[in-house]
């Protein structure tokens, strides 16, 4: 077997992201059979394909499918017509029962193959309630090389290669796919996100350019809360134009009354993420709000808040159910960003105290707790990078008796779990988006807790990527 050798293969199984599995027989005595495996992109269990090798190692080798002789059963037609050249939706032609299954498989395969866990409980995951439409925040890019799909590159004298609005092709951070249409986000924000395309495009505005680090327009942010309807709409320039974005609000709330807010975010950095290093608040307060059970979270333009609304509740739910809390607990919610699981379990405990790095989230979290009347949470901005038993030292701190984990996908640093074990809680309830990091901060944690049961939360419908909660006992 080599690179570029065409195969027919049957997909048996599926592997985490988003990855077919087939086995082959080599005759080749110097590979390991058993274990020789190939990773199909975009393969579903029960397909039959004939596929190209991309890549190939001593073990393993990486292929596309060229066709599908046979699908499998669990495939379905997608609904979004830039379903396989956007990046957004992986999973959008494989039926929702089968992506929960495959997502409950690969969640305890992490845990028991590569984490080597035994004698712990899996929980059932639990489904979204809704597959489309469900996402209160979407992020476009603008680009000044438009990604064409197949039945636009007949026509590219119809078309605006050097502008686009949408999402950014696999692999391409220099191409955007413009979208006119996208199922995740409410039917508004595709109105919104149309409209900016063409008032900027018929302004003949300038796009950024990751090349020559020049131009005006750099990104369309939407939040649309779930619960309360709000509204926001954040366009992130590279400098600021009062006059031509106070037009662009003008026509956009005329069209769009329902809008709560408008701002503009402005930076000059060379990196690619939709956030400023100032804000001017075109239009309302600046914020919106969403709720969450029966409190509600002031919602800034750069604050993190959990996408699926209705599922964060059940997310949120559980790790409370995780936690058992007697209500006379010291509680620490590590990577607390604006305090929305402090907020949410303050009245199951008798104190808590969250550790955020990031200090804009800091100052959501002290406004939600005003908001909600919550006496109990205390705020601190605290680099988790860095070893933070000295700081609960110096404010003098009492000691956890339940600790809380909500980690960003790289999981926690090894400085932030010496500190977890140094201070001993009872209980560890982690919260993580990525289960192979959370399988491997645990095992660190092992020699004095041990995992007690499991269980995944689909935010995510149509994508690989899956919340799971775990909780660790001292032993």
């Given at each position: 077997m080599k690179v570029k050798d065409i195969l027919e293969v049957g997909i048996t199984s599926y592997a985490f992201e988003g990855k077919g599995i087939a086995r082959v027989n080599l005759d080749d005595p110097e590979q390991d059979l058993q274990n020789f495996v190939i990773f199909v992109e975009k393969g579903y269990p029960g397909d039959l394909a004939r596929i190209q090798i991309t890549k190939k190692k001593k073990n393993y080798a990486n292929a596309q499918i060229l066709e599908?002789?046979?699908?499998?059963?669990?495939?379905?037609?997608?609904?979004?017509?830039?379903?396989?050249?956007?990046?957004?939706?992986?999973?959008?032609?494989?039926?929702?029962?089968?992506?929960?299954?495959?997502?409950?498989?690969?969640?305890?395969?992490?845990?028991?193959?590569?984490?080597?866990?035994?004698?712990?409980?899996?929980?059932?995951?639990?489904?979204?309630k809704e597959t489309f439409f469900y996402r209160n925040k979407m992020e476009f890019s603008f680009g000044d090389r438009r990604w064409l799909l197949k039945e636009e590159i007949d026509i590219p004298a119809l078309i605006r290669t050097d502008y686009a609005l949408g999402l950014h092709v696999p692999g391409r951070f220099d191409r955007v796919l413009n979208i006119d249409e996208c199922f995740l986000q409410s039917h508004k924000s595709n109105g919104i996100l149309n409209f900016t395309y063409k008032f900027f495009l018929d302004k003949l505005t300038t796009v950024y350019s990751t090349k020559t680090h020049t131009g005006f327009l750099r990104n369309l942010a939407i939040r649309h809360s779930y619960n309360t309807k709000d509204l926001m709409v954040n366009l992130v320039t590279s400098e600021e134009n009062s006059s031509l974005l106070e037009e662009y609000t003008d026509k956009l709330i005329k069209l769009f009354p329902s809008i709560t807010t408008v701002v503009n975010n402005i930076t000059a950095s060379k990196s690619g993420v939709a956030v400023g290093e100032r804000e001017v608040v075109l239009y309302g307060e600046g914020f919106i709000y969403d709720t969450i059970g029966s409190y509600k979270f002031r919602i800034s333009a750069n604050s993190f808040f959990q996408t699926n609304t209705s599922q964060a509740l059940k997310l949120y739910d559980t790790a409370l159910n995780f936690a058992d809390l007697s209500g006379n607990e010291i509680l620490y919610d590590l990577y607390s960003g604006a305090g929305t699981i402090a907020v949410y379990m303050s009245s199951f405990t008798k104190e808590?105290?969250?550790?955020?790095?990031?200090?804009?989230?800091?100052?959501?979290?002290?406004?939600?707790?005003?908001?909600?009347?919550?006496?109990?949470?205390?705020?601190?901005?605290?680099?988790?990078?860095?070893?933070?038993?000295?700081?609960?030292?110096?404010?003098?701190?009492?000691?956890?008796?339940?600790?809380?984990?909500?980690?960003?996908?790289?999981?926690?640093?090894?400085?932030?779990?010496?500190?977890?074990?140094?201070?001993?809680?009872?209980?560890?309830?982690?919260?993580?988006?990525?289960?192979?990091?959370?399988?491997?901060?645990?095992?660190?944690?092992?020699?004095?807790?041990?995992?007690?049961?499991?269980?995944?939360?689909?935010?995510?419908?149509?994508?690989?990527?899956?919340?799971?909660?775990?909780?660790?006992?001292?032993?």
């Open positions: 599908i002789l046979t699908p499998s059963s669990e495939r379905i037609t997608p609904k979004c017509k830039f379903f396989g050249t956007c990046g957004g939706c992986k999973q959008q032609d494989m039926d929702y029962s089968a992506q929960l299954k495959y997502k409950q498989l690969q969640v305890t395969e992490t845990f028991t193959q590569l984490g080597g866990f035994e004698n712990f409980r899996i929980e059932e995951i639990v489904p979204s808590i105290h969250g550790f955020e790095s990031v200090l804009e989230s800091v100052k959501n979290a002290e406004q939600n707790v005003i908001i909600n009347s919550v006496n109990n949470v205390t705020s601190h901005n605290v680099d988790l990078y860095k070893s933070f038993l000295p700081y609960i030292t110096q404010n003098n701190l009492p000691k956890p008796d339940v600790v809380v984990v909500d980690p960003p996908r790289n999981g926690m640093h090894t400085n932030t779990i010496d500190d977890i074990l140094q201070l001993a809680p009872s209980k560890i309830v982690y919260i993580s988006c990525n289960p192979a990091t959370q399988v491997r901060d645990i095992k660190l944690m092992t020699p004095k807790y041990k995992l007690v049961k499991i269980k995944p939360v689909d935010m995510f419908p149509h994508t690989y990527h899956i919340e799971n909660v775990a909780l660790l006992i001292k032993t």
